[in-house]
């Protein structure tokens, strides 16, 4: 099963990405029993001179939100 999910919400130059992950798995969990084993996240709209700040702001809140929605599940 794949879930496709278009978000625009932003906050400054950054997406609220629990905002997205959170309506996006609530997807996946409504047609699967068990986690997904990977996320792809397709991001547009950043410059090359962004793409350290994007690591440091959006991937790092999508680690923290992952670890606490699925701590202790494998």
Do not use: T
């Not at 625009?8 to 990405?17: A, D, E, L, N, Q």
């Amino acid at each position: 099963s794949e879930i496709v999910a278009i978000y625009s919400k932003s906050h400054g130059s950054f997406i609220c990405v629990s905002d997205f992950l959170s309506a996006a798995l609530k997807l996946w969990s409504e047609q699967n029993s068990s986690p997904p084993r990977s996320i792809i996240v397709y991001r547009d709209g950043v410059g090359d001179g962004q793409l350290q700040a994007l690591i440091d702001q959006e991937v790092k809140q999508m680690e923290s939100y992952l670890e606490n929605s699925y701590r202790g599940q494998k």
